[in-house]
Structure formats: C-alpha cells, structure tokens
C-alpha cells in the first residue's frame, strides 16, 4: 500500500482562505442579523430630565442608558404602570409610566389615581409614587383616553406629561422601557 501524499502547499493555501472566506461570512451575517434585530426590535435612550425619578435618573450631563423594547408596542401589550418611550408635542423623545388605558377615563384624588371613578391601588414595587392634580385633571375633572394612553411621570410635581399635553396615541409610542444599562450600579429591569 501507498501512503497518501500531502496536499501541495497551492491546494493547503486555497483550503486555508476557504476557511477564513467561510469564518468572514458568517461573521458578517451574524453582525447584520444583529443589526436588523436591534433596530426592529430595541432602542438605547439616555435619561436627559429627572421627571421619572427615581425610577430613571436624568441630568443635562449624564443619566440612566436605557434599552427599550419595539415589538410589544407593535402587539398592543402595554400595560398600566409599563415604561414607554414616545415624542412629545415638539418632538423631543421622552418616557412616562404608563396610567391610563384606551377607553378609561383618568382623575386625580389626594395623590391616587382613578381609573373610571375607582382608586386604583398602585403596585407595591412603586409605593413610593405620589400623583398630584395639576393640569387637565386640575379640580376633580377626568379626562377620557379615548383611544390613546394616559402617561405622567414618576417625579410629577416636575413632568410634562399627559396632565398637560392629553393622551398620547398609540402611534406616537414607540418603545417599552425595559432595561438600565448603563451605569453599573443600577443596571436592572425598569417595569415593575
């Protein structure tokens, strides 16, 4: 029997390239899938305003880096209390907790919320908030959500929100709130 004679050094060069060829094209796939995936699907923010302290810290200068997720907005599962990301009336991207749903009516009574003449109780995650009636809810009036969702702030004695601009409707929506980050020390879920 003959022993099998090595591959000539041309034919180990092509098999070589052919690997790195193979390893740069699933590299490239990979990185475009992962491109299309996150600007489908997510959203990075940085907090720029303390409006929803404390749950997302906010300054001129430095703030919470927030991953924020597309598709449930697209699948209509908001729900009360969510995170979301939408523009406001001059376009700035901002975030506000989810209050009121489409079809409910939304009024402020001693720092509680009512949701069609009923307190509803807040999640034990966030007791630390405090609702106060300035704007469209001002005095014991309710404003209807009509179709959209009514959104405040965390920090709302400081929040432009739907007190003062109304509803948002659902195609202003954008994104859910759903990670920190960005610094180390407060990485964590942002919805309760």
Same mark, same amino acid.
């Given at each position: *029997?003959?022993?099998?004679?090595?591959?000539?050094?041309?034919? =180990? #060069?092509?098999?070589? +390239?052919? #690997?790195?060829?193979?390893? +740069?094209? =699933?590299?490239?796939a990979v990185v475009g899938l992962s491109?299309?995936?996150?600007h489908g699907c997510f959203d990075v923010s940085v907090i720029a305003e303390g409006s929803m302290q404390p749950t +997302?810290?906010?300054? #001129?200068?430095? %703030?919470?880096?927030?991953?924020?997720?597309?598709?449930?907005?697209?699948l209509s599962c908001l729900s009360r209390w969510d995170v979301v990301a939408f523009r406001n009336n001059e376009g700035i991207q901002v975030m506000k907790r989810v209050v009121g749903l489409p079809g409910e009516t939304v009024g402020i009574a001693d720092s509680r919320v009512l949701i069609n003449g009923k307190v509803v109780?807040? @999640?034990?995650?966030l007791s630390f908030l405090r609702y106060y009636d300035y704007g469209n809810v001002r005095?014991?009036?309710?404003?209807?959500? %009509?179709?959209?969702?009514?959104? *405040?702030?965390d920090d709302?004695?400081?929040?432009?929100?739907?007190?003062?601009?109304?509803?948002?409707? @659902?195609? =202003?929506?954008?994104a859910r709130a759903w990670l920190r980050v960005w610094p180390w020390s407060r990485i964590g879920w942002v919805s309760p």
């Open positions: *029997m003959t022993a099998p004679t090595a591959a000539p050094p041309s034919g =180990r #060069r092509r098999a070589a +390239l052919r #690997r790195i060829a193979r390893f +740069l094209e =699933r590299t490239l491109f299309l995936l996150y +997302l810290q906010g300054n #001129r200068t430095s %703030g919470d880096w927030i991953l924020a997720e597309k598709v449930s907005r697209r109780e807040i @999640p034990a995650k005095e014991g009036k309710t404003v209807a959500c %009509g179709r959209g969702y009514y959104v *405040m702030g709302s004695k400081d929040s432009e929100d739907s007190r003062y601009e109304g509803p948002i409707e @659902p195609e =202003r929506l954008f």
